[in-house]
């Protein structure tokens, strides 16, 4: 008996190309996310040992943008 040759439909093309796709798309942003993630595993300072522990951060300016009416 002959075996048949597997065909080719247009579910399949699309399918493998959306595949393609998404691939490409997480290979273009991943170094963008890895070195986020580096970013953010930086030591934080240490507290002062007599008080004074409060600082004007980037964190703290946006909350109190967010309270301003």
């Not at 170094?31 to 007599?50: L, M, S, W, Y």
């Amino acid at each position: 008996m002959s075996q048949a040759k597997p065909k080719l439909s247009r579910r399949t093309l699309f399918a493998g190309a959306g595949t393609v796709g998404a691939i490409a798309a997480a290979a273009t942003v991943l170094p963008g996310v890895v070195q986020q993630v580096q970013e953010a595993t930086a030591q934080p300072k240490a507290p002062p040992d007599k008080g004074g522990g409060y600082q004007l951060t980037d964190h703290v300016k946006r909350y109190y943008k967010t309270t301003l009416i």
